[in-house]
């Protein structure tokens, strides 16, 4: 099992910061891959932005490309994404996600219980 808390949520300003954190606990060994995602009232949950845990490649939704960092301390179990230039639209209820496989081969997701940010 794998928990995962997220942190650094909040009301901002726009064109303001903000950093979330997701710390991960369990079997976090079992971690290949973690990502942000987003939800807004009325709206399905998107990908923000996603990160493996090995190599560090990264990926990013269009709509947040240049104004959104993910990165990790895997020291730490901790995925952060920083969020620069926010905009009212990036409004949402953010979630992370693992995705693990143990060492017999089994594939999970987990989520976290999410942190809201607004923009306004």
């Known amino acids: 099992q794998v928990q995962l808390v997220e942190s650094g949520g909040g009301l901002v300003q726009p064109e303001g910061s903000l950093r979330l954190s997701c710390a991960a606990s369990g079997y976090t060994y079992s971690i290949y891959h973690m990502a942000w995602f987003r939800q807004a009232p009325g709206k399905e949950r998107e990908g923000v932005a996603g990160?493996?845990?090995?190599?560090?490649?990264?990926n990013y939704a269009d709509s947040v490309k240049g104004r959104f960092t993910i990165s990790q301390n895997n020291a730490k179990n901790t995925v952060y994404l920083q969020m620069d230039s926010l905009r009212p639209e990036d409004t949402a209820m953010y979630y992370c996600?693992?995705?693990?496989?143990?060492?017999?081969?089994?594939?999970?997701?987990?989520w976290g219980q999410g942190t809201q940010v607004t923009v306004s």
């Open positions: 990160i493996s845990t090995d190599g560090g490649s990264t």
């Open positions: 996600k693992a995705n693990a496989c143990s060492r017999i081969g089994t594939r999970n997701d987990y």
